[in-house]
């Protein structure tokens, strides 16, 4: 059982940046890919980003392309989402997840099996 917590969320103006990280409690956190999804108030949990168990490949939503950045980093078992240029429809809770996904399905919230607590983005404008 892969235990994820979610930390960095914030309120941040519009065009400031915030980074979230997601601790994974085991070094199995190499075998699983993992994911960032969002949810704002009324509206269903959506994909934000995708790194592959090896690293080498990511992807990520139309909205957040260039302005994001998925990573991981092996030595502290921690996946990490880099924000920048923030606007006020990133609001929303943002939850990190891992599982065996491939990528076909790569942006299926079910997919995942392991999520975190959520944490709070706030985007003033």
């Known amino acids: 059982q892969v235990q994820l917590v979610d930390s960095g969320g914030g309120l941040v103006q519009a065009g400031g940046s915030l980074r979230l990280s997601c601790a994974a409690s085991e070094r199995t956190f190499s075998n699983y890919a993992m994911g960032w999804f969002r949810q704002a108030p009324g509206k269903d949990r959506e994909f934000v980003a995708y790194?592959?168990?090896?690293?080498?490949?990511?992807d990520y939503t139309d909205s957040v392309k260039g302005r994001f950045t998925i990573s991981r980093d092996y030595a502290k078992n921690t996946a990490y989402l880099q924000m920048n240029s923030l606007k006020p429809e990133d609001t929303a809770v943002y939850y990190c997840?891992?599982?065996?996904?491939?990528?076909?399905?790569?942006?299926?919230?079910?997919?995942?099996?392991?999520w975190g607590q959520g944490t709070q983005v706030t985007v003033s404008s």
């Open positions: 997840a891992a599982g065996g996904v491939t990528w076909p399905t790569r942006r299926r919230p079910e997919q995942y099996n392991y």
């Open positions: 790194i592959s168990r090896s690293g080498v490949s990511t």
